[in-house]
């Protein structure tokens, strides 16, 4: 159930938890009990640390048509790709017994 923000006449702003069902419906000041209407929330971006708030961006944007990305890599990148490529000579050396 998400918490929605109401306004009372009296009292002001409070906060409570609704159904989605019930989200367009007064909901019932907890201080004076007179019906508050439902206000329009903002998200809050600009509280939001920069990283992330791109992060977010490129998700939202990927969510509906993947971007697709040709990259080179470089010698030695150590990118996961190219540590899966062909592993060098591996000899193991058997221990001798009596030498």
Not at 69 to 97: F, Y
Request: hydrophobic residues 30%.
């Amino acid at each position: 159930m998400p918490i929605y923000g109401y306004l009372c006449t009296s009292c002001g702003p409070f906060e409570s938890w609704a159904t989605l069902a019930r989200s367009e419906e007064p909901c019932t000041c907890p201080s004076c009990g007179a019906q508050g209407r439902r206000e329009v929330a903002l998200p809050h971006l600009a509280m939001m640390n920069a990283s992330l708030r791109s992060a977010l961006d490129r998700s939202e944007k990927s969510s509906a048509e993947p971007k697709v990305v040709n990259k080179k890599h470089l010698a030695g990148c150590g990118c996961p790709l190219c540590k899966m490529g062909p592993k060098g000579n591996q000899t193991r050396k058997k221990w001798s017994i009596g030498h």
